[in-house]
């Protein structure tokens, strides 16, 4: 009995030692075949952490799809997926958990092609320090720059360099060295200070677990020795308490409390607090945990704060030291990696989520692209898939935000479709633009009810959508005559009409496509708010731009008319012979030809102008218009 007990206490007091070590999350990055997998596995079957039946099946997969001639094929503990084995490439972000005496570790072994770049951000994302390997043989490299680039963007500002393959260069000094020099010279440009080279083979283990004696020159750590030591916690800004809510508990009417992650800071009972955007002050009366109660609680910890007022606070808001609050905004400078399939294209309507907050967004503008290979500033209209765009972002509502070089937590977003909720960037703030902070809504006393009062009718926008030769025009003119003689006042925005004039300057290149559909939006809005009843004629293929012409209105102002034409009989209308040049290639980006019509998922009204005549079908729309009257 004595024995069992102090089996359990054994056990205790190591489980107590294993939570008290601290964790440790870095990333390996590198051009393609630097050893990047070879290393990881190195790690994990030399410091004896892997289980018999792992190790079983690593030289069974070392056989099959090993590239060491039958021996141990490291790489292989890492690429798991099928696709990545058979190339011997990595594809996708693999993660690893492992730990020593010391230290815990969670390991991203990240992608070196390319066409991956957006995988790597994801996980330089959560990391703390990188671990850059480069090919003793082939020394710095375009990949390389990329790399650090991106670990830089994303806030790592600890790097151990590691040159691989020491052993293919007879462990050669000089060439370790000129590799260094030059890895300096590239971070120094990048921000990163805290540089740890070390010369390594992943596949012999030189300087991996151990000092290696061929290369007595070498008077550093090895590499699993400094990860063990490092302190690469957070050398930001030393900023005040802040902590955004994630979930508002009120589990009896007795009990409000605000729970979330510390992101920054400290925080105790009586300290005073403000509430972020509203604005609203309070003091701190607990801080609970399921343990109990806390005097003090710091960064990372959980915790559900209960306030001395009653104030109100929802998910997303941020709660932060009164003494010393983040900022509030609603336009930023920010660096956006695009991760998307379709380009980004300024003005388009996205989801921006940051922390637990989910708001409306668009880039208002690129200010220049970054070739993340060489950092050079390019001009750019839009955002291809692994591009990075220096840009201005436009929220449809403040939020409490730090700059990325400061907190990551309240520095760092993604962009959302809105069409299929997938994420398509990340991005990190960098300053909020200080001319928001000084616009805002001014007070008028006459509304839009009271102008669509006088004029007898309900405001509101019809938005006529479909091909160029649909009938679009004919058929929203028609319409605009028959309200106009019931006694409507009216206003039509056709498209070839409103690019003589306000949008003149635009092209029909997909960026300049959403450029118009924005302005046209902007104005019908304001004519809605005048009281009007604004017909809106134009092709506007894309459903991100007619969502986000809807969503300028109140519910029930804002219908859609898709004017359904097949392509084959819009060609035939077509008077202007637009489609005939098209197809010969003298009109570029002409809808329907070589860029696409995205039909209407939900429209309030769908004109078949196959089945029927214009005069039909416009008359049949007034009436609709008339009754809602």
């Not at 951000?121 to 480069?134: P, R, W």
């Not at 955004?244 to 409000?256: A, E, G, T, Y």
């Not at 955007?277 to 209960?306: E, F, K, M, Q, Y």
């Not at 959302?416 to 001014?442: E, Y």
Request: aromatic share 6%; charged share 25%.
């Amino acid at each position: 009995m004595a024995r069992n007990e102090e089996a359990s206490a054994a056990v205790a007091a190591y489980l107590r030692q294993h939570e008290s070590k601290r964790l440790l999350r870095f990333i390996t990055c590198g051009s393609v075949d630097d050893g990047k997998s070879t290393l990881i596995g190195r790690l994990l079957h030399d410091s004896k952490l892997l289980l018999d039946d792992q190790l079983a099946a690593l030289q069974s997969d070392s056989l099959r799809f090993g590239t060491q001639n039958g021996e141990i094929d490291f790489a292989l503990l890492v690429d798991g997926l099928s696709a990545e084995r058979e190339q011997g490439i990595t594809i996708d972000v693999a993660y690893r958990f492992f730990g020593t005496d010391k230290r815990k570790f969670i390991v991203a072994d990240c992608p070196g092609h390319e066409q991956y770049t957006r995988n790597m951000a994801t996980g330089a994302s959560t990391a703390e320090l990188a671990v850059v390997l480069v090919d003793a043989r082939k020394g710095l490299l375009t990949q390389t720059r990329r790399h650090s680039y991106i670990a830089s963007l994303l806030g790592i500002r600890h790097v151990v360099l590691a040159v691989n393959k020491m052993d293919l260069v007879g462990y050669d000094q000089a060439v370790f060295d000129g590799i260094v020099d030059g890895y300096r010279e590239l971070a120094a440009q990048l921000g990163i200070h805290n540089v740890v080279p070390i010369p390594v083979s992943a596949l012999k283990g030189d300087n991996v677990l151990a000092l290696s004696p061929a290369m007595p020159w070498y008077r550093g750590p090895a590499l699993l020795g400094h990860l063990e030591e490092v302190d690469a916690a957070d050398d930001a800004r030393d900023i005040g308490f802040r902590m955004p809510v994630q979930w508002v508990s009120r589990p009896d009417q007795n009990f409000r409390g605000f729970a979330g992650t510390v992101a920054a800071g400290e925080i105790a009972p009586g300290a005073g607090v403000v509430a972020l955007p509203s604005g609203r002050r309070s003091r701190v009366a607990r801080i609970v945990t399921a343990d109990g109660d806390l005097a003090r609680a710091g960064a990372g910890r959980a915790v559900t704060l209960t306030l001395a007022d009653e104030i109100d606070i929802s998910r997303g808001d941020v709660i932060a030291a009164a003494s010393d609050p983040p900022q509030v905004a609603d336009q930023f400078a920010a660096h956006v990696l695009w991760m998307g399939e379709q380009p980004l294209l300024p003005g388009r309507s996205y989801w921006l989520k940051i922390g637990a907050r989910t708001v409306a967004a668009q880039i208002t503008e690129i200010k220049h692209k970054v070739d993340v290979n060489t950092q050079k500033q390019l001009a750019a209209k839009h955002l291809e898939l692994n591009e990075v765009g220096y840009c201005n972002l436009y929220l449809d509502e403040p939020i409490a935000f730090e700059a990325y070089a400061d907190n990551r937590e309240l520095g760092g977003f993604v962009l959302i479709d809105r069409q299929d909720n997938a994420t398509v960037a990340a991005g990190t703030i960098d300053f909020a633009l200080r001319r928001a902070a000084n616009i805002h809504w001014q007070h008028v006393d006459v509304d839009q009810a009271a102008r669509a009062r006088i004029k007898g009718q309900q405001a509101r926008c019809l938005w006529f959508t479909g091909l160029s030769g649909s009938g679009k025009s004919t058929i929203a003119n028609l319409v605009e005559k028959r309200l106009l003689a019931a006694g409507h006042h009216t206003y039509l925005l056709d498209g070839d009409n409103v690019r003589h004039g306000l949008n003149k300057d635009l092209g029909f290149t997909d960026e300049d496509r959403v450029e118009n559909i924005r302005r046209v939006a902007e104005v019908a809005k304001l004519m809605v708010d005048a009281g009007l009843i604004v017909l809106v004629s134009f092709i506007s293929p894309f459903r991100a731009e007619r969502r986000m012409a809807r969503d300028l209105f109140a519910d029930g102002e804002f219908l859609e008319v898709f004017v359904d034409t097949p392509l084959e009989v819009a060609e035939k209308r077509d008077e202007k012979g637009l489609y005939a040049k098209a197809r010969a290639g003298l009109i570029k980006n002409f809808t329907g030809i070589d860029s696409p019509y995205e039909t209407p998922e939900a429209a309030e009204f769908v004109l078949d102008t196959g089945e029927n005549t214009a005069e039909a079908l416009a008359e049949r729309l007034a009436a609709a218009v008339l009754r809602a009257d």
